[in-house]
C-alpha cells in the first residue's frame, strides 16, 4: 500500500506527526496541543489541507517557490534525470551533465564576472561554503590575517553553524553557543524601527557608515569580508533606504574587503530583476543562491564566485565539499525551472505588471488602523502592525503578541503571511495573477481587521 497515498484522518496525521517529528522553528509541545495543518497538494499559488480548504500561499512556501506549484515539467524533468542518472558525484575526476549545464547557465544569468558556481544543497551550506572560501581567499593572497566576516544584527544567513553565526538571530546565537569567532556585527539599515528623528536617507547613510567604523575597529588588515543580503528577508522584509547600498558599495572598496551578497530569497526574480543586486545596484564579489533556483522542487543552493576570486580559489586544492552538490536530479530541475522563468517571461511580468499592481494595493494597507507603514519592493513586502500611527512607537505587549494575533486571523482566512516580531510579512509566487492578488489583499484585510477588532478587545492598542 502507498502510505502517501492513502493516508489517515487528519487527527490521526496529527498524532503521528506529534509522536515523532520535530519541527524547525517551532515550540513543538505548543504545536502539538494545537495540531499542526496538514497541507497536502498544491497548484499554482494555491495549497490544499487535509480538511479541503484551498489557501492562498502568500509566501511561496518559505519564499521560494517562485514559479508556482504543481508544474509537470519539473516532475517530468526531476524523473528523466532520476531515470537517466540518479546520482554522482562531482569530487574525483569527474562531471556530469546537469551540473555542468547548471553552472554555465547560472554564469549566464549572475551579473558582471560572476562566472563560477560551487553547489551546495541550500542556502545555509552554501553560506557556509562562502565563510570558507572567503578566508582561503585571502590566506593564498598571503593575507591570512584577514578572516573575520562582518555582519548584521537581525541578518539571516541560515541555520548550519556558519549560517547562524553569520546571521544576526540572536535567539538562534543563544542555542549552541554561538557565533563561532572571527564574526563581527553592525546594526540593521531599519529605519521604521530604529530611525527615530532621522530622515529614512540621513539613517541609511548612518548605517552604512557604521560598517566603516567597524572595519577601522577591527583594522582593515584584519577583515575578509561585508555579508549582506539585498533586502533583509527572515528579519522583516526591510528595505533599506536608497543611500544605504551605495555606501556599503563605496566602503568595502575602499577597504579592499568582498562583499558576500546573499541572494538567497531576492535572486531569481523576487525583486523584480534576476538578482536583488541588481535592483539595488550592488556589485557582489560572491552571492548566494537557493530558494528560487529550484522553485523550492527540490533542494539546491550555490555560491556563485567572481573572477577574481575564481582564479585564487582554482589555483588549490579545494578541501571542502557537499555529497549532494550539484545533485544531478536537483540541477535537471532547477535547469527546467530557469527555463520556464526565462520563456514564459515570469520576471518581466512581475516587473512590469504584477508588481505595479499588488505594490498599489499593498501601500494602501498602510491606511487600516493597526497598520503603521507598508513596503514592498518586486514581489516582498511588509507592514508594520503599531498602536500609534503618528510615532512609528511599538505595542507595549511582549513584541510578537500582535503579530501572533494577526498570523493566526491570517490562518483561519486561509491566507498563509509570516509574522516577524509585530510585522506581517509577503512573498507569494512569482507567478501570482492580478486577480489572485485582489484575492490575496481581500484575505489580508479581512484578517488585519478581525486582528485589530481582537487587539483591541485585548487591550493591547497601547504604545511602549
Ligand atoms: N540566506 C537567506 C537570505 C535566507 O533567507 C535563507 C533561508 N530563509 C538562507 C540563507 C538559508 O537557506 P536554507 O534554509 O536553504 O539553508
Sequence with gaps: MNVL????????????DSAHHMHPFSHNNALAEEGPRVITSAKGVWLK????????????????????????????????????????????????????????KLAELAPADLNTVFFASGGSEANDTNLRMARTYWAE????????????????????????????????????TLPIPGI??????????????????????????????????????KVAAFIAEPVQGAGGVIIPPEAYWPEIQRICKKYDILL?????????????NWFGCQTLGIEPDIITVAKGLSSGYVPIGASILSDRIADVLRAVDVNHGYTYAGHPVACAVALENLRILEEEKI??????????????????????????????????????????????ASFAAKEGTVGFICRDRCFANNIIMRSVGDRMIISPPLTITCDEIDILIARATVSLDEAYAKVKADGLMVAG
Excluded at 60 to 82: F, H, K
Excluded at 191 to 219: N, Y
Excluded at 260 to 272: K, L, N, P, Q, S
Design 49 to 104: 489541507d487535509s480538511e479541503g480548504h484551498d489557501i492562498i500561499d502568500a509566501m511561496a512556501g518559505l519564499w521560494c517557490v517562485n514559479i508556482g506549484y504543481g508544474r509537470d515539467e519539473l516532475a517530468d524533468a526531476a524523473a528523466r534525470q532520476m531515470r537517466e542518472l540518479p546520482y554522482y558525484n562531482t569530487f574525483f575526476k569527474t562531471t556530469h551533465v546537469p551540473a555542468l549545464m547548471l553552472a554555465r
Design 184 to 221: 563581527e556585527f553592525i546594526d540593521q539599515p531599519h529605519w521604521w524601527a530604529e530611525g527615530g528623528d532621522m530622515s529614512p536617507e540621513d539613517f541609511g547613510l548612518e548605517r552604512a557608515q557604521q560598517l566603516e567604523a567597524k572595519i577601522r575597529e577591527v583594522g582593515p588588515q
Design 347 to 392: 520576471i518581466e511580468t512581475v516587473r512590469d505588471v504584477t508588481a505595479p499592481y499588488l505594490r498599489k494595493k499593498w501601500e494602501a494597507l498602510a491606511d487600516h488602523p493597526l497598520v503603521g507603514e507598508a513596503k514592498i519592493i518586486g514581489m516582498m513586502g511588509s507592514i508594520a502592525l503599531m498602536p500609534d500611527k503618528t510615532t512609528r
Design 5 to 16: 497515498a492513502n493516508y489517515p484522518p487528519t487527527d490521526e496525521l496529527q498524532a503521528i
Design 141 to 176: 593572497k598571503g593575507q591570512p590575517e584577514r578572516d573575520v566576516i562582518i555582519s548584521r544584527w537581525n541578518a539571516y544567513h541560515g541555520s548550519t553553524v556558519a549560517g547562524a553565526s553569520l546571521g544576526g538571530m540572536k535567539g538562534m546565537h543563544a542555542q549552541g
Design 260 to 272: 558576500i551578497a546573499d541572494e538567497v530569497i531576492c535572486g531569481f526574480g523576487r525583486t523584480g
